[in-house]
């Protein structure tokens, strides 16, 4: 089992940023996926970014592409997201979500999940 609890949440203005963390803990093997996903009001919830955790191979969406940077600190187990240049349309829960293996940027194929974090971009 993984337990993933997220932080870092809250209410920015638009052109701000943020720092997101997920802390994982468990039975944590190199061969995961780390991704973070997102739910705004009224929308399904979306893939953002992912972070192999042995190689640190990374994926974005076009949405937050040249804005939104994942990284990962193997030793202490945390995953972040570093987000620049928050816009309006940047308000969601986001969600923190490892897969054991191979993954698409579809939800269904991540195995866990942490409880979220609010993120509100507004003047």
């Known amino acids: 089992q993984v337990h993933l609890v997220e932080s870092g949440g809250g209410l920015v203005s638009p052109g701000g940023s943020l720092r997101l963390s997920c802390a994982a803990a468990g039975r944590f093997f190199n061969t995961f996926i780390m991704g973070w996903f997102r739910q705004g009001p009224g929308k399904e919830r979306e893939f953002v970014s992912s972070?192999?955790?042995?190689?640190?191979?990374?994926d974005y969406a076009d949405s937050v592409k040249g804005r939104f940077t994942i990284f990962r600190d193997n030793t202490r187990n945390m995953v972040y997201l570093q987000m620049n240049s928050l816009k309006s349309e940047d308000t969601a829960v986001y969600y923190c979500?490892?897969?054991?293996?191979?993954?698409?940027?579809?939800?269904?194929?991540?195995?866990?999940w942490g409880q979220g974090t609010r993120v509100t971009v507004s003047s």
């Open positions: 979500a490892a897969a054991r293996g191979v993954t698409a940027r579809d939800p269904s194929s991540f195995d866990y």
């Open positions: 972070i192999s955790w042995s190689i640190g191979r990374t």
